[in-house]
């Protein structure tokens, strides 16, 4: 192993020994060698398959056949999530084949980035991803599943499936996507349009077009930002059936391996010789997999904030220093759009994910002896899928690249770390991706100009206002203070500026995610000027300094003059109502730090110690002293 990769690991284990084993005590507690549904009584059992075919009624009344349940993010709106309509009953069917039955555990929200992008319900998007996770756990509340598969794809909904997953972690969990759609209108050139229309050079009817090209048919949108960074996750984590991730929809081979889930999900269950429950399979060895592959491949920022969530569902603690690090050792292999010009059809093409995984255990840069639903060893994810007059069957992934512009062999990469920096000072913590930034403007000293929306900076910037260095300063937008929307409409007028020759930079407690592009943004600033941070005191005017090389985040200000300054901690009138917004002001009230996922849920597996002193200084444990 890489020893910067050994270290990471190690004190990850470490700091979360006491949780961990308390996380693992909840899954063999749940450790049966019978069905699930058995531990019911008859009046409960009967309401679960009351209206199940006949065939499966009885399989489930009398036999030992696994149930699976399956949870689902199908709508017909988003074309990700489209072709999920047909999965469950190929599933079903594919279940029946290999002994097993399966039934729709529940259904979960799936909305789009895409969509609310810049518009009020974007201010849902990531509590949307612990709305899934509840979701997913009461679909399987019932307790009558040996096994679970998820449908899922997009940008909060597979941490949050994953999130839900793992608090089942005694359930075997198998992860099923839909896939990327085909190639449509190159991204750069989609790019080129927006920032024409941010200029007023193209009128609607063009960017719309251009949009329309891009986004044109079922599955997942090609370029490399959240949804398709989940799907490397889940490849390299070992929760997808080995090659999976960017197989197009509606074609023979996804079939087949939307089959190989069912036939796979019902030979790991309690019920046979190979158990294999999610919770084993999510371990600190395969978070830092997750980790590195997200810096090899140049992967979305949002998986800064949803790595830390999904591990402490684990009862594993992640911190960004993690990140950092991981990412000084980890070569970027990968240029895919924003990253580049290619799209994730080309990266599939050039080897995809096989050639990837192999390379990185080839390099020792990730954990091979770890669990994962194919079995033992990482191994099984340097082979790709084919569909052949047999059947399915698994080759080894081609040994070169097929396109050296779109993914590179560890021995000749496109940079030597993965483009993921943690970024510190005295305007607190926050994360840069570099890896589409150019070397001349990864440094960046300029006046503040402070804004608290989205719009009032594209206003300022329409009025020429902008048009100098600049370090735009966007605050109000953390978790707590409108649930951290995405910032993307920045992005074209910051590009503007930026290619008029001027020193640009974003700082903001919001985020950017997976399409943050060219120009250096600190992003996740925690704390958040909500809650009392320091990027709630800059004012317009003051010199700031982000220095992605050497890892600062600093106003330069006279230390007298910036301890006495108060804190802005005042969002925008009106931004939590409307849309339902007002129902999620628990979450806004109750949610953590960026950096530990920014979760209402509290620590889910506290050591004993923290555990007591929690019950020694509850209200009831006072109310019993006295």
């Not at 308390?22 to 009046?43: E, G, K, N, Q, W």
């Not at 069912?262 to 997750?290: E, F, K």
């Amino acid at each position: 192993m890489h020893p910067v990769v050994e270290a990471v690991t190690a004190r990850i284990e470490a700091r979360s020994k006491l949780r961990r084993q308390r996380y693992l005590d909840l899954i063999d507690s749940r450790r049966s060698p019978d069905p699930a549904r058995v531990r019911l009584a008859a009046a409960n059992q009967a309401h679960g398959f009351a209206a199940c075919p006949l065939q499966d009624k009885e399989m489930l009344k009398t036999g030992r056949w696994a149930n699976i349940g399956i949870v689902t993010a199908y709508n017909d709106m988003l074309s990700a999530h489209q072709p999920l309509a047909a999965y469950p009953d190929i599933i079903k069917q594919a279940a029946r084949k290999a002994g097993a039955t399966a039934q729709v555990a529940g259904g979960v929200p799936a909305m789009c980035d895409g969509i609310t992008q810049g518009f009020e319900g974007m201010e849902l998007s990531l509590f949307s991803r612990d709305t899934i996770a509840m979701g997913a756990a009461i679909a399987l509340s019932h307790d009558t599943f040996d096994a679970a598969i998820y449908l899922g794809v997009c940008d909060k909904i597979v941490p949050g499936l994953l999130i839900g997953a793992l608090r089942h972690g005694w359930l075997p969990s198998i992860f099923c996507p839909a896939g990327p759609m085909p190639s449509g209108l190159p991204n750069p050139e989609k790019a080129r349009i927006r920032q024409l229309f941010a200029e007023g050079k193209v009128g609607r009817d063009a960017l719309l077009e251009a949009e329309s090209q891009s986004y044109h048919s079922p599955g997942t949108c090609t370029f490399y930002g959240t949804a398709n960074s989940n799907q490397m996750l889940m490849e390299i984590m070992g929760l997808h059936v080995p090659g999976t991730a960017f197989i197009n929809p509606n074609t023979p081979l996804r079939t087949a391996l939307v089959e190989a889930c069912a036939l796979r999900a019902s030979q790991i269950t309690q019920l046979g010789d190979t158990y294999i429950p999610i919770g084993q399979v999510v371990d600190a060895r395969a978070i830092v997999n997750a980790i590195v592959g997200l810096c090899a491949t140049g992967g979305s920022t949002n998986q800064m904030i949803h790595i830390p969530a999904i591990a402490q569902a684990a009862g594993l603690i992640v911190d960004w220093n993690d990140f950092h690090d991981l990412s000084s050792a980890t070569p970027l292999l990968c240029r895919v759009y924003p990253n580049g010009v290619a799209d994730v059809n080309h990266f599939h093409a050039a080897g995809g994910m096989g050639f990837l995984v192999r390379e990185l255990l080839t390099a020792g840069l990730v954990h091979g002896d770890v669990l994962t639903v194919a079995g033992q060893g990482l191994e099984a994810y340097t082979r790709e899928p084919f569909l052949t007059e047999t059947g399915l069957e698994w080759r080894d992934a081609p040994l070169q690249s097929g396109d050296n512009q779109v993914l590179n062999p560890v021995a000749t990469p496109f940079s030597k770390d993965g483009g993921l920096r943690l970024v510190e000072g005295n305007l607190g913590r926050g994360c840069v991706k570099v890896s589409a930034v150019n070397a001349e403007h990864r440094i960046v000293e300029a006046p503040a100009r402070v804004f608290k929306d989205q719009a009032s900076l594209h206003a300022a910037f329409k009025a020429g206002e902008l048009d100098r260095d600049v370090v735009v300063v966007v605050r109000g937008q953390g978790p707590a203070a409108t649930g951290m929307p995405e910032l993307h409409k920045l992005t074209p007028p910051l590009g503007v500026l930026q290619d008029r020759g001027f020193k640009v930079a974003l700082v903001t407690d919001g985020r950017m995610s997976g399409a943050s592009g060219k120009v250096l943004a600190a992003i996740h600033v925690s704390p958040e000027s909500k809650s009392g941070g320091p990027i709630g005191k800059v004012r317009d005017g003051d010199i700031i300094r982000v220095d992605a090389e050497a890892g600062t985040l600093d106003a330069l200000v006279a230390d007298e003059v910036w301890q006495t300054r108060d804190f802005d901690t005042k969002v925008v009138a009106g931004v939590t109502r409307g849309f339902g917004r007002e129902m999620f002001g628990m979450f806004r009230a109750l949610v953590s730090t960026a950096e530990e996922g920014a979760m209402p849920f509290g620590d889910m597996d506290p050591d004993d110690d923290v555990a007591d002193m929690q019950q020694d200084q509850s209200p009831q444990s006072a109310e019993a002293d006295a």
